[in-house]
Every structure is written in structure tokens, then in C-alpha cells.
């Protein structure tokens, strides 16, 4: 009897031993640091599909939109990644609008938001945190001239620095869609009198 009770017990802990590593094994952290040099392959033709899949915990995510840079003055662009099954929920959004916003980023960094670092030339730029929302999304936004680019994380990936990623992306793709010839040209008024 001590040897069938024995053999249960081991049987049981073996069990749970088991079930507590599958329990584990389920919740995969992929802690890799975002890559530092944009590489194919891309969405929306100038997204590192790599960077996406780190801040986003989405492989092979669904992806819908475009970037337009043949524009004069500064590209257009809605690029939007989505889940794949199941709600097909949206997870990142990146938008490149020509028409610029500084004064808004000005009043974002009055007001507390964290400046971007320098990653072009007369660029100004703001990133942080939305703890407004159940998923503890994060942004960030960059000006400069007529082109305004904006990184909308919209789900915290868990055990990933979501803000700090959103930076590096903004570091990987400012320099392929903001122009270097976005800032306005100011023009001489003139007077009559």
C-alpha cells in the first residue's frame, strides 16, 4: 500500500511538474532588442517587418495601407497592422501626414511628454506612454516641416520596453519617409506702400 501511495504521489508531482512547465512554455517573452539598421523584408514598402514583429508580438501580421513619398513638398501614408484570427484587432498604426504640427509637439513637450531624441536634421519630436487605456499603449510623433510622422503602439506587448520601442522605429523609418527637403522655403513678404 506505502508503494502504490508512493507511486502516486511521485505520479501526481510528475504531473503537475509537467502541467506547471507547459503553463511556462506558454508565455514565450521575446526580449530581442528592436534591430538598429532598417532590412527587408518591409511593410508598406519602408516598415522593417522584423521591428514590427518585436513591439508588436504579431508574426507575420496582417497589414493593410500604404506610403506615398513621391509627393512634392513631404509623403502621405496610413500604414496598419493588424492581428491575425480571431477580432483581427489593430496593434500598430504609423502615419505620415504633409501637413506638420510643431506648434503641437511644442505644446506635447510643455506640457511633460519626453522629447525624442535627435534623427534628422530640424525635426522635433515628443514619445510616452497612453495610461489612459486598459493596454498601456505607446506613441510618439516627429515634425519637420511639411511632414508630420506618427507611431501608435495600440497593445502593450508584455515584458517589452513598449515606449522605448516605439522610439526605435521612429529612429528606423524617419530617415526613409521624412524628405530632406520638407522644410518650408520662406518667402520674402512684401510690402506696398
Not at 505644446?107 to 497612453?130: R, T
Request: charged share 25%.
Amino acid at each position: 500500500m506505502k508503494t502504490s501511495r508512493a507511486a502516486g504521489t511521485a505520479g501526481l508531482i510528475c504531473a503537475l511538474t509537467l502541467f506547471s512547465d507547459c503553463q511556462h512554455t506558454e508565455i514565450k517573452i521575446d526580449r530581442t532588442p528592436m534591430p538598429t539598421v532598417a532590412a527587408p523584408p518591409y511593410v508598406c514598402k519602408y516598415i522593417p517587418l522584423k521591428a514590427v514583429e518585436l513591439m508588436t508580438g504579431e508574426h507575420n501580421p496582417l497589414v493593410r495601407g500604404y506610403m506615398d513619398l513621391d509627393r512634392p513638398d513631404a509623403g502621405d501614408g496610413d500604414c496598419a497592422i493588424y492581428q491575425r484570427g480571431g477580432d483581427r484587432l489593430k496593434v500598430l498604426q504609423i502615419l505620415l501626414v504633409p501637413l506638420s504640427s510643431e506648434d503641437r509637439v511644442k505644446d506635447q513637450l510643455q506640457n511633460g511628454a519626453s522629447p525624442l531624441p535627435a534623427i534628422i536634421p530640424g525635426a522635433i519630436g515628443y514619445y510616452g506612454e497612453n495610461s489612459s487605456t486598459d493596454d498601456n499603449s505607446a506613441h510618439a510623433m516627429l515634425a519637420r516641416g511639411h511632414a508630420e510622422l506618427l507611431i501608435k503602439l495600440e497593445k502593450e506587448v508584455e515584458g517589452r520596453d513598449n515606449a522605448a520601442d516605439v522610439v526605435a522605429l521612429m529612429k528606423l523609418i524617419t530617415p526613409k519617409l521624412i524628405k530632406p527637403d520638407s522644410t518650408p522655403t520662406l518667402t520674402p513678404s512684401t510690402t506696398r506702400g
